[in-house]
């Protein structure tokens, strides 16, 4: 499936190939409600990082977050979080530990998008307190990382789209 997406202000579009595009993973780590989570989650997907196109690359920015487990030594992410720097529309993460793909925040997707039949909450040991998540019925709920990734999730569905 191809994704089109952009930035608020205009100043920067993209597109890449995508055949894992069902967002249904809530993230609400601080990362992900803090940079792109008004609703105290982040929605990523995933896609094919040599598919993607950047028109306005002058404006991209990008940073590394810091993680902060509790007990834990603070330290800074792998993973690169793309921004505009116009706007700052949160737009992708890339980690070098898997660079064939990337994981482009579905908010910043101007493509229509299809409806996932469940959704999968992760990380919900980092919620705000004032966020109440929507779990419906057929719902998973993971405290940190679930082991089932963005892929496997698309396979036990049947929802590859090609």
Avoid at 78 to 103: A, I, K, N, S, Y
Avoid at 110 to 135: C, G, N, Y
Wanted: hydrophobic share 35%; with cysteine.
């Amino acid at each position: 499936m191809r994704l089109e997406g952009s930035c608020h202000c205009g100043a920067i579009q993209f597109s890449a190939e995508s055949v894992h595009p069902y967002p249904y993973m809530w993230c609400y780590c601080s990362i992900c409600r803090k940079t792109a989570g008004g609703g105290g989650y982040g929605v990523n997907i995933q896609a094919d990082y040599a598919t993607l196109v950047i028109e306005g690359r002058e404006h991209l920015r990008d940073f590394h977050a810091t993680i902060r487990d509790p007990g834990k030594k603070d330290r800074k992410s792998v993973g690169e979080r793309f921004f505009c720097g116009e706007c700052g529309t949160q737009l992708w993460v890339w980690d070098r530990r898997w660079p064939e793909m990337f994981h482009p925040h579905a908010s910043a997707i101007d493509t229509l998008l299809p409806e996932p039949p469940s959704r999968t909450h992760i990380m919900l040991a980092f919620k705000a307190p004032w966020v109440q998540p929507d779990i419906r019925p057929g719902d998973k709920t993971f405290d940190r990382y679930p082991d089932e990734s963005i892929a496997a999730w698309h396979e036990r569905m049947g929802l590859v789209v090609q």
